[in-house]
């Protein structure tokens, strides 16, 4: 089956815990995109991949880092977590080609405390 | 910066009405997608639309979109209780491959 799937699925931690997020998928789609989801502010783009080794910064990178050694992982790294990062985080896939719908894993629910 | 904006905010109708969303956006764009989200579970992809298309269709979904003022509706016909849930728009704007969401239209149909 077809998937996008991120781990875990819930995590409560700590400021200044550091903390990753791991998002694999199945379908060899080239790139790969995190977003996070805020109440009344929709989905924004964190950081996304157009292929390995290639990352570009979304809207609200700041606090956070990625990698994408290998064609199907894309983990969401927190060096320093703080409270403002507490969210709903969303790991999404597509072909690089233009018009191509994302998919998306069932979202990871981070607490910072 | 959010480019997406759709509208209303939220949206309450009986089962069998119509309801139609829209949304608004600020730079030109390659393509459009509407995308539904049940209650805190990840995104599904509906439809999307391309910039040189005007209208397209999807069983009970119908979207257009409006280039020259940036802007796209998505009407969801004959709705139904399972109907219930966010609905996104999302744009791939030129010159770039960021993918920018507005912040939703929380659609509730009555049984």
């Known amino acids: 089956e077809a998937q996008v799937t991120q781990n875990p699925r819930y995590l409560i931690t700590v400021t200044g815990k550091k903390l990753t997020v791991t998002c694999s998928q199945n379908m060899n789609h080239e790139y790969m995109s995190w977003y996070r989801q805020d109440p009344g502010l929709g989905l924004r783009q964190i950081y996304y991949s157009m292929n390995v080794e290639v990352t570009d910064k979304g809207d609200v990178p700041e606090g956070y880092k990625v990698s994408r050694k290998e064609k199907r992982n894309f983990p969401l790294i927190l060096e320093s977590p703080s409270p403002n990062q507490t969210s709903l985080y969303f790991c999404?896939?597509?072909?690089?080609?233009?018009?191509?719908?994302?998919?998306f894993g069932d979202g990871t629910r981070l607490s910072i405390l | 910066s959010q480019q997406g904006e759709e509208d209303p905010q939220a949206l309450s109708i009986q089962e069998g009405e119509n309801a139609t969303m829209n949304c608004s956006y600020k730079?030109?764009?390659?393509?459009l997608q509407w995308y539904r989200q049940n209650s805190g579970r990840g995104l599904v992809h509906l439809i999307l639309i391309r910039s040189n298309e005007r209208e397209k269709h999807s069983g009970r979904l119908r979207v257009t979109l409006d280039t020259s003022k940036k802007s796209s509706s998505l009407l969801i016909t004959a709705s139904r209780a399972a109907d219930t849930a966010s609905y996104f728009c999302?744009?791939?704007?030129?010159?770039?491959?960021?993918?920018?969401f507005g912040a939703g239209t929380r659609l509730f149909v009555k049984a």
């Open positions: 999404a896939s597509s072909s690089p080609a233009r018009n191509q719908p994302q998919h």
């Open positions: 999302a744009t791939d704007h030129t010159g770039g491959f960021k993918t920018i």
């Open positions: 730079t030109s764009i390659n393509n």
